[in-house]
């Protein structure tokens, strides 16, 4: 094999640095390169940062970022105002009902490496807090799922623990997911009353990165 056809062959003769984009480099066992592969991916660091979403609920959920389902559990997210909506049913009010964590915090995934740090970095929690607020009566349209709605009518919610596992022998199957968002730092939220169906909304900012000088 001569000089000319290893340097074809390098990837190295493909490496390249962008000042706009990050390259990130995802190395996993799953990823379609096979166990000790890598995918590449260039983001744009000004379209918004990528939000990774972690949610545990006691009943049936259907989950709404800013009105539409979200394409996956680690959609890019831009700048800006944003709600997180939750309709709720077949739970137990004198139990928890909803812990959610998410955000960017790039130090805690180690299996991404970048060509450059990310410049935000942001985390939302389940938190009795009153930022994370229900509803027991059905909202009259989807405003509610969006920026701008007055929620100032809605309860806040409050904190709740778990319902306890099953008495069966075995593994509760929610255990680890609910250990996995406490240690994020999100707490078991509930509400006070009854109704077939939870609204629940959540209002959050991205802040957007400072303008290099």
């Given at each position: 094999?001569?000089?000319?056809?290893?340097?074809?062959?390098?990837?190295?003769?493909?490496?390249?640095?962008?000042?706009?984009f990050?390259?990130?480099?995802?190395?996993?066992?799953?990823?379609?390169?096979?166990?000790?592969?890598?995918?590449?991916?260039?983001?744009?660091?000004?379209?918004?940062?990528?939000?990774?979403?972690?949610?545990?609920?006691?009943?049936?959920?259907?989950?709404?970022?800013?009105?539409?389902?979200?394409?996956?559990?680690?959609?890019?997210?831009?700048?800006?105002?944003?709600?997180?909506?939750?309709?709720?049913?077949?739970?137990?009010?004198?139990?928890?009902?909803?812990?959610?964590?998410?955000?960017?915090?790039?130090?805690?995934?180690?299996?991404?490496?970048?060509?450059?740090?990310?410049?935000?970095?942001?985390?939302?929690?389940?938190?009795a807090?009153?930022?994370?607020?229900?509803?027991l009566?059905?909202?009259?349209?989807?405003?509610?799922?969006?920026?701008?709605?007055?929620?100032?009518?809605?309860?806040?919610?409050?904190?709740?623990?778990?319902?306890?596992?099953?008495?069966?022998?075995?593994?509760?199957?929610d255990?680890?997911?609910?250990?996995?968002?406490?240690?994020?730092?999100?707490?078991?939220?509930?509400?006070?009353?009854?109704?077939?169906?939870?609204?629940?909304?959540?209002?959050?900012?991205?802040?957007?990165?400072?303008?290099?000088?």
């Amino acid at each position: 094999m001569d000089d000319r056809e290893l340097k074809l062959n390098s990837l190295s003769r493909y490496s390249k640095d962008s000042p706009l984009f990050i390259l990130e480099e995802h190395g996993h066992c799953e990823v379609p390169a096979g166990c000790g592969g890598v995918v590449l991916r260039w983001r744009n660091p000004r379209a918004g940062v990528p939000f990774t979403m972690w949610l545990h609920t006691a009943g049936d959920c259907a989950f709404r970022l800013d009105g539409a389902e979200p394409p996956s559990s680690r959609p890019v997210v831009s700048y800006g105002e944003h709600v997180l909506a939750f309709t709720l049913s077949g739970v137990d009010p004198d139990f928890m009902v909803l812990m959610f964590a998410g955000g960017h915090r790039p130090e805690e995934r180690r299996n991404v490496r970048r060509s450059r740090p990310d410049p935000v970095e942001t985390t939302i929690v389940s938190a009795a807090d009153g930022s994370w607020r229900y509803s027991l009566a059905e909202p009259a349209d989807d405003t509610w799922m969006h920026a701008g709605f007055d929620d100032s009518g809605w309860s806040p919610m409050v904190p709740q623990e778990e319902r306890p596992p099953p008495d069966e022998q075995g593994r509760d199957r929610d255990a680890y997911r609910v250990g996995r968002l406490a240690e994020f730092g999100a707490a078991g939220l509930g509400v006070a009353g009854r109704g077939e169906r939870i609204w629940v909304r959540k209002a959050f900012t991205i802040p957007a990165p400072e303008e290099e000088a």
